[in-house]
């Protein structure tokens, strides 16, 4: 479909008068929530928004390239997932959209975004641990199967680092094969996995928990988590204060790793010191709990925030905001709210929010 989209926008002219580089850069300016109102220009400009020339473009221009949020949502008793996007420059009310439903139902997946694509990794489907790997590429909004992994993990630790995806942990370091490959990484370029060498002392840890943090990925086991620094290939073990201060899904903004913790209140780690410091100045705009907040990095120092609300009848309510962070001169962490809605899809009541990512496009 791509080759079919690249040949008929290059055989005919997007803009009248003007050559097809210059107006392609042009119109991949516009707003990526702005599209679908120039599917309706021409057949042209259809074609040139279906190609893989536009987001090549795009992602060149980087000004032009916005966050979008995608959600994954569990409902109760099932395994099977809700896929949705929200767009944070929307104006309000903000609005869920429904994405295609994923090829597969897995539980305990882990995710990591690089570039416009979410890879979305094992999982355990029927109680049994996969190596499969799906990519939903957020450009076309479809979903293709990925290059499995040397070894099956459910519950691992993900991320995107130098524009390859590692995993770790979320198997049993039970014979030779896997404890070589407890630990790997995906170079998209070759579309091949190969092993991460790690320390026996690590390879028992099942993760629940894991970020991207100053070029190295941390990830968090019920007791303790390990951190690897793939530019040294290193290993080392979460500090004490971090182990005792990370609680749920938690995402690094300009250097800071943010989550909510058990009393109600967003709080931040700064690594070079060691230490939590409350997000202080949206204590009065947010509910005192957010039961199931998720957290993602917007950019430019803005924070995500997702949550499951009470719902009315049937369905559930999900809270969004958007805070905007700052470290102050004194050191102190100060938020303010961009924006904040509830919104509700028809997502069963009892729900749960297994993964809130941010993708530019």
């Not at 809700?82 to 959209?97: E, T, Y």
């Amino acid at each position: 479909m791509n080759e079919e989209a690249e040949s008929s926008f290059s055989n005919g002219s997007l803009i009248p008068g003007i050559p097809n580089e210059i107006a392609l850069t042009c119109i991949a300016r516009v707003p990526r929530s702005n599209h679908p109102y120039l599917h309706l220009v021409s057949r042209s400009w259809r074609s040139l928004l279906r190609s893989h020339s536009f987001y090549d473009v795009r992602s060149q221009l980087s000004s032009s390239v916005q966050p979008f949020i995608y959600i994954t949502v569990r409902p109760f008793s099932s395994s099977s997932f809700q896929w949705l996007l929200i767009d944070p420059r929307a104006p309000n009310p903000k609005r869920l959209h429904p994405l295609p439903p994923p090829p597969f139902s897995s539980t305990g997946s882990s995710c990591a975004v690089l570039g416009p694509r979410i890879f979305v990794l094992g999982g355990s489907v029927s109680d049994v641990p996969s190596s499969t790997v799906w990519i939903f590429d957020a450009r076309f909004n479809r979903w293709e199967i990925g290059p499995s992994m040397r070894v099956s993990r459910e519950f691992s630790a993900a991320g995107a680092l130098d524009g390859k995806i590692y995993v770790l942990g979320g198997c049993l370091a039970d014979s030779f094969a896997r404890s070589s490959s407890w630990a790997e990484v995906l170079d998209p370029a070759s579309g091949s996995w190969s092993p991460v060498p790690s320390p026996v002392d690590v390879q028992e840890k099942w993760m629940h928990s894991s970020a991207v943090l100053g070029g190295k990925l941390f990830a968090m086991a019920d007791r303790g988590g390990v951190i690897y620094d793939p530019a040294a290939s290193a290993w080392t073990n979460v500090s004490t204060e971090l182990d005792l201060g990370w609680r749920g899904r938690a995402a690094a903004v300009d250097g800071i790793l943010y989550c909510y913790d058990n009393l109600g209140k967003i709080r931040g780690y700064d690594e070079k010191e060691d230490k939590w410091e409350e997000l202080k100045g949206i204590e009065k705009e947010l509910p005192k709990f957010l039961y199931g907040a998720t957290l993602a990095d917007l950019g430019g120092g803005r924070l995500f925030v997702a949550w499951e609300g009470k719902g009315r009848g049937k369905d559930m309510e999900i809270g969004c905001a958007e805070i905007e962070t700052v470290r102050e001169s004194g050191g102190g962490l100060r938020g303010s709210i961009v924006w904040s809605d509830i919104v509700n899809l028809a997502v069963p009541r009892r729900s749960t929010i297994v993964n809130c990512l941010a993708v530019g496009l």
